[in-house]
């Protein structure tokens, strides 16, 4: 059996795109699985097991389907569903299997806050697609994120300063609106004796470099720009926790035995995309301001708030989540 998933963005959606991989893995052990989606996260996808090929659109998209189309799939899940999925996957004679993005229904959250979303997770919606091939996994599978030989980081060597336990903290977002400001964790970071590793991208070793020369009493270490997604997932796991916005390394730290700290803009919960764990961990906690009547505003995020006042941020009680990592 030979079977292909569509994945094209971003680094949390394709991360959670892995138990749909480990469910097919475990009820066809001999089933070859491919994975299609964009060059810019193939290194991204060395953290997923079980995958016999991979798939990279980088220019030519016609040239891409007809590689595709090449490869005499019996089945397609489509995790992605939009047009330009549609279109890859049209006259290729597979029986294809789609992911239901419930677009209408988070139109009406954060448009009119009207929710009629499921309490489900987008995991258990991205399994719901494999009952195509007879398979029930909602609910059943776990998520796991695997850390190349070659991308794993020695702490004690590389972070000399750092002494003991260490609390990592993703600051990064693609957009402003779900990154908690400076100013704010500049307010946690002085609430806490905690030792601080900052991860990120380049885009983000400025903030970075800010929050190390404003918090002199902590010991704050800042590699944004420095580390690769897989060595960063690496430090990660080494954590005790990881202090986060909603972001993609939120989704890789739920696949770890460590606290996940997640800090919520103008995204919620309610969109099904929270730390997975099927199986539950107790210290994981959530932060959001309740009551505002603005939010969500949006299910991914804009780069201003488009109230101008950024409430969902800057009324973050920064005690309490001080607190929660003390407390881990």
């Known amino acids: 059996m030979k079977i292909l998933l ?8 394709i991360v959670l795109t892995f138990p749909v991989v480990n469910a097919i893995r475990e009820a066809f052990p001999d089933a070859k699985i491919h994975f299609a989606s964009k060059k810019s996260f193939e290194s991204l996808l060395l953290g997923a097991e079980g995958i016999h090929k991979f798939h990279f659109l980088s220019n030519s998209f016609s040239s891409f389907k007809r590689e595709i189309k090449s490869e005499g799939f019996d089945f397609i899940i489509d995790l992605h569903n939009n047009l330009r999925t549609r279109r890859l996957t049209l006259g290729i004679p597979a029986k294809i299997s789609r992911f239901d993005k419930l677009n209408l229904r988070k139109w009406l959250f954060t448009r009119f806050k009207i929710n009629t979303l499921p309490n489900v997770h987008v995991v258990d919606r991205y399994l719901k697609t494999l009952n ?4 029930n996994a909602v609910g059943q599978t776990n998520n796991k994120f695997v850390i190349p030989t070659s991308s794993n980081v020695n702490i004690q060597e590389r ?4 002494t003991g336990s260490f609390v990592a903290v993703a600051i990064g977002a693609q957009f402003k609106t779900k990154r908690v400001p400076k100013e704010k964790w500049l307010e946690i970071f002085r609430k806490t004796d905690c030792q601080f590793l900052i991860i990120g991208g380049e885009m983000d070793r400025e903030i970075g470099d800010w929050l190390v020369d404003n918090c002199p009493s902590n010991v704050l270490v800042n590699t944004c720009g420095k580390l690769s997604i897989l060595e960063s997932a690496s430090v990660v796991s080494q954590a005790k926790s990881l202090l986060t916005n909603d972001t993609g390394m939120m989704h890789i730290a739920a696949c ?3 606290q996940v700290i997640s ?4 995204t919620t919960p309610d969109f099904g ?4 764990r099927p199986q ?6 959530i932060f959001q301001v309740e009551g505002l009547s603005c939010r969500p505003c949006s299910k991914i995020g804009h780069q201003d708030c488009p109230k101008k006042h950024f409430h969902c941020m800057t009324m973050q009680d920064a005690e309490a989540i001080a607190l929660s990592i003390e407390k881990n």
């Open 6 to 13: 569509i994945r094209f963005s971003s680094i949390g959606d």
């Open 132 to 135: 195509v091939l007879g398979i």
């Open 159 to 162: 972070f000399p300063m750092l």
């Open 256 to 258: 770890f035995d460590i």
């Open 263 to 266: 800090i919520w803009g103008n």
């Open 273 to 276: 995309m929270s730390p997975y």
């Open 280 to 285: 539950g961990i107790k210290t994981d906690k």
